[in-house]
């Protein structure tokens, strides 16, 4: 399995960040994997920001929850994720991953630096 982020590196403060993730190798349909966002800060840990099941049920972080939206596009085997309002603070590596049932993670993409600035 393999998964490739794509998406702009640089959002401005206030607008939406917008990242997709390309998965191959593997259906994001196939139960019982869930498909994961995670980002990292520069200097600071993982944070898992949310994920979209099998079935397409989306899970959040609570304290991201206000800003995430997580998709699917099923014919291109693609997920995304939408986070609106950044700030300087959401500045981090984005992963994607695969996550099995729902626990740990088991593949990861490369990940893609986005950085927020005007």
């Known amino acids: 399995v393999q998964l490739q982020e794509s998406g702009p590196g640089l959002v401005k403060p206030s607008q939406t960040l917008s990242l997709t993730c390309t998965v191959s190798?593997?259906?994001?349909?196939?139960?019982?994997?869930?498909w994961s966002w995670i980002r990292q800060p520069p200097g600071k840990g993982l944070e898992w920001i949310g994920y979209?099941?099998?079935?397409?049920?989306?899970y959040y972080s609570p304290s991201l929850k206000s800003r995430t939206s997580i998709s699917r596009d099923t014919s291109n085997n693609q997920f995304s994720l939408q986070l609106s309002s950044v700030t300087p603070e959401d500045t981090a590596v984005y992963y994607c991953?695969?996550?099995?049932?729902?626990?740990?993670?088991?593949?990861w993409g490369k990940g893609t630096l986005v950085t927020v600035s005007s």
């Open positions: 991953a695969r996550t099995p049932r729902g626990l740990g993670v088991d593949y």
């Open positions: 190798g593997g259906s994001i349909t196939t139960s019982y994997y869930y």
């Open positions: 979209i099941a099998y079935s397409g049920s989306t």
